[in-house]
T-cell receptor, first 114, second 113 residues
Framework: DTEVTQTPKHLVMGMTNKKSLKCEQH?????MYWYKQKAKKPPELMFV???????INESVPSRFSPECPNSSLLNLHLHALQPEDSALYLC?????????????FGDGTRLSIL | SQELEQSPQSLIVQEGKNLTINCTSS?????LYWYKQKYGEGLIFLMM?????EEKSHEKITAKLDEKKQQSSLHITASQPSHAGIYLC?????????????FGKGTKLSVKP
């Protein structure tokens, strides 16, 4: 069982819809991450939050909007997505941003854009 | 920029056989992580290696980091169908954005009963 919980597990949405992905962890971690993973590829980093503040934005289009309401929660708000945004979206957390801190991943949300 | 190269890309072994997966870095490794992923699921953290020559084991999986800290190997003894999946190595990128893990492209392992 993963200690990082992501909801929903699957999401199908049209290009004009607005939806949100949610991630929760109760390990006391202060760094949280969003990754995008396409089929047969490794995960690609999108955003990093450290102590509830955005630390890294890897040039992600503005149709993806992250939010960290508190130290346990991380959201990814989606609006006007494109078919190429269909992918597995993974959330992860780690103790903090120092090196040698393993990231722990959730099971992901499988997103399909119609 | 640092790159991780994994070999082999895919591997099919008979149940009970041993196998090794390699991860080679273009630069010195300061933190090397091994993960396992089942199709369509999240990454499961297996082990972290930090020091040159370090070796860690968990059940039938052993991971090593060479003395020069540029290569790691993952060895599975007496493979079982439950070992099947994609194995990914990941590394910290010191000097770059903290928290930005880079990953190898993965090794797909199939275990035939």
């Amino acid at each position: 069982d993963t200690e990082v919980t992501q909801t929903p597990k699957h999401l199908v949405m049209g290009m004009t819809n607005k939806k949100s992905l949610k991630c929760e962890q109760h390990m006391g971690h202060r760094a949280m991450y969003w990754y995008k993973q396409k089929a047969k590829k490794p995960p690609e980093l999108m955003f990093v939050y450290s102590y509830e503040k955005l630390s890294i934005n890897e040039s992600v289009p503005s149709r993806f909007s992250p939010e960290c309401p508190n130290s346990s929660l991380l959201n990814l708000h989606l609006h006007a997505l494109q078919p190429e945004d269909s992918a597995l979206y993974l959330c992860a957390s780690s103790q903090d941003l120092t090196i040698n801190q393993p990231q722990h991943f959730g099971d992901g949300t499988r997103l399909s854009i119609l | 920029s640092q790159e991780l190269e994994q070999s082999p890309q895919s591997l099919i072994v008979q149940e009970g056989k041993n196998l090794t997966i390699n991860c080679t870095s273009s630069k010195t490794l300061y933190g090397l992580y091994w993960y396992k992923q089942k199709y369509g699921e999240g990454l499961i953290f297996l082990m972290m290696l930090q020091k040159g020559g370090e070796e860690k084991s968990h059940e039938k999986i052993t991971a090593k980091l060479d003395e020069k800290k540029q290569q790691s190997s993952l060895h599975i003894t007496a493979s079982q169908p439950s070992h099947a999946g994609i194995y990914l190595c990941g590394a910290d990128t010191p000097g770059g954005s903290q928290g930005n893990l880079i990953f190898g492209k993965g090794t797909k392992l199939s275990v035939k009963p």
